[in-house]
């Protein structure tokens, strides 16, 4: 051994990886310089000594050894390393095994300082994890507790957050490993107010926008910046060794600051980094939240506005539905007594039409409101297709002497549904095709079996509708803006038939040119699974 050290000395002692060389058994019987610096203790001290007595992980080192009696080099081997000031440092070892005559003559071991860049390497998996946490989080409060969980102790002991509010600063959030701390955090922010004017700290990153790093806090800095009769007692309970402080930047937007203060160890250069990058994220996760709430605040302020607008067509519409059925009964009675006048029963069969309109209009809104509020009801039940269609034809057809509606196909078949409704769809689509199409004096009703389904159309040779709007006209309360003044209406009927064929798994669809008409379609299955007096 001393011949093979006293050749390779030399070269080792000018190597800046740390070497050492050790007995079969463990025991050190050589250092260089670099191993001497980087374990804190002297070549006296470490000869003779046992390699496990330097390692605190005893599983790791029993791999390490049984490798050894192995004669298996090892590379890359990571473990820890106790320093002469007890702290422990993280390391990666590389050994070479030399034997003679198949028995293990020496072990020469390579120690590499690896604490730097598995810090980093912990920083950057903190730093996605975090990231991914922040991105799940939805409202300020909630944002601001999982920052606090992640912040702490991982990476501080306490931080706290602050904002510029009213060009004031304002402390939006204070964390602690200890929440019996807290107190004498937030005795410590109020006894010691932050001002923008300020050349240090808090105040000025919140003024320039640039970092401010002290990585050991000393008795100068504290006397500078904190003066209160309580300073000693607050001061042993927080004890700042280290603090970052940096701006909270989204999208070259400063939204405020956020302060890292750890007690027990001090923040390194690639500490800085980490927390600025985390900053942004935190500053980012935040404006979300705040974005988050804002549109919820929106939706339900909509939200209290429809309900609002629906009770008072609801209320609306039951207040006129009153004399409305005065004023309809008041007209038959006059048509009865006024036989002989035909000029009269023409007048009052007109205004009949008009009244069978308004109550129409009336239907429709109330209709809408139960919609809105889900008790529209539905009473399923078995009918005759074909018949209906005869029966919605005839009736619309009395109240109109401009068109001929005409049934070209139809069909003898059976639905399961709720024969009412399915009526004011039909009635819905007749009275919407004679309305327009103004110049036209027909209307084409078609229906037909199509494997377990049937569809009906209803064609009309009007003003039709542009390709743009054909999806919108579904919508409630929608009106085509070129006929919004030149045709009566609430832009219910379509909304209200479209809910009605949704509840009896039906589709409905329009095929249409401008000025060349309309075709309105709706297909419904033979068979509607449902239960009789549905309210939805």
Same mark, same amino acid.
């Given at each position: 051994?001393?011949?093979?050290?006293?050749?390779?000395?030399?070269?080792? +002692?000018?190597a800046t990886i740390g070497i050492k060389i050790m007995e079969p058994n463990g025991t050190i019987v050589y250092v260089n310089n670099a191993e001497t610096e980087l374990i804190g203790f002297s070549e006296q001290e470490l000869l003779g000594r046992h390699f496990s007595d330097f390692l605190p992980e005893a599983d790791k080192a029993k791999k390490f050894f049984d490798a050894i009696k192995k004669f298996e080099a090892l590379d890359e081997f990571r473990t820890k390393l106790i320093r002469a000031d007890n702290s422990q440092i993280d390391i990666s070892l590389d050994t070479s095994v030399n034997t003679r005559d198949g028995v293990v003559e020496s072990v020469c071991c390579f120690t590499r300082d690896i604490s730097t860049y598995k810090r980093n390497a912990d920083l950057l998996h903190f730093l996605n994890l975090a990231g991914s946490e922040l991105a799940l989080t939805y409202d300020t409060e909630s944002a601001l507790e999982k920052v606090s969980q992640l912040v702490v102790p991982s990476f501080a002991t306490w931080f706290c957050i602050d904002i510029v509010k009213g060009g004031k600063v304002e402390v939006l959030k204070i964390a602690h490993q200890n929440p019996e701390y807290l107190q004498w955090a937030y005795a410590f922010r109020r006894d010691n107010p932050v001002s923008l004017e300020d050349d240090y700290g808090i105040g000025k990153v919140l003024r320039t926008g640039k970092v401010s790093?002290?990585?050991?806090? +000393?008795?100068?800095?504290?006397n500078n910046g904190f003066k209160h009769p309580m300073r000693d007692a607050i001061l042993d309970k927080l004890n700042p060794q280290s603090v970052i402080i940096v701006p909270m930047h989204v999208k070259e937007e400063l939204k405020g600051a956020i302060s890292f203060v750890n007690t027990g160890k001090y923040y390194e250069i690639s500490d800085l980094y980490f927390a600025q990058d985390f900053a942004n994220r935190i500053a980012l996760a935040l404006e979300n939240a705040k974005l988050y709430e804002e549109a919820k605040a929106e939706i339900s302020r909509r939200i209290k &506005?429809?309900?609002?607008? +629906?009770?008072?067509?609801?209320? &609306?519409?039951?207040?006129?539905k009153t004399p409305l059925t005065s004023i309809k009964a008041y007209n038959q009675l006059l048509e009865k007594k006024m036989q002989e006048h035909p000029e009269a029963i023409t007048f009052l069969r007109k205004a009949s039409v008009h009244i069978l309109q308004l109550e129409r209009l009336i239907s429709d809104l109330l209709d809408v409101s139960k919609i809105n509020a889900g008790k529209l009801t539905y009473n399923i039940g078995r009918f005759n297709l074909g018949e209906l269609l005869e029966e919605s034809v005839e009736s619309v057809q009395h109240l109109s002497c401009t068109h001929k509606i005409t049934i070209e196909e139809t069909v003898d078949t059976l639905l399961t549904g709720d024969r009412l409704r399915i009526e004011q769809v039909l009635t819905n689509m007749l009275t919407n095709a004679i309305k327009y199409s103004p110049n036209a004096n027909r209307v084409i009703v078609k229906a037909r079996e199509e494997q377990d389904h049937v569809v009906v159309s209803v064609q009309d040779f009007g003003i039709g509708i542009a390709r743009q709007d054909l999806k919108k006209i579904f919508g409630r309360f929608y009106r085509i803006g070129s006929s919004s003044m030149k045709y009566s209406g609430l832009g219910l009927?379509?909304?209200?038939?479209s809910e009605i064929l949704k509840k009896?798994?039906?589709?409905?669809?329009?095929?249409?040119?401008? +000025?060349?008409?309309?075709?309105?379609?709706?297909?419904?299955?033979?068979?509607?699974?449902?239960?009789?007096?549905?309210?939805?």
């Open positions: 051994m001393g011949l093979n050290l006293e050749v390779f000395k030399y070269f080792f +002692d000018k790093f002290t990585p050991v806090v +000393d008795e100068l800095i504290l &506005a429809e309900q609002k607008k +629906d009770e008072f067509i609801s209320m &609306a519409s039951h207040e006129l009927g379509l909304f209200i038939a009896h798994q039906g589709v409905f669809w329009i095929e249409s040119e401008v +000025d060349k008409g309309s075709t309105f379609y709706f297909k419904l299955p033979r068979n509607v699974v449902a239960e009789e007096n549905v309210v939805t």
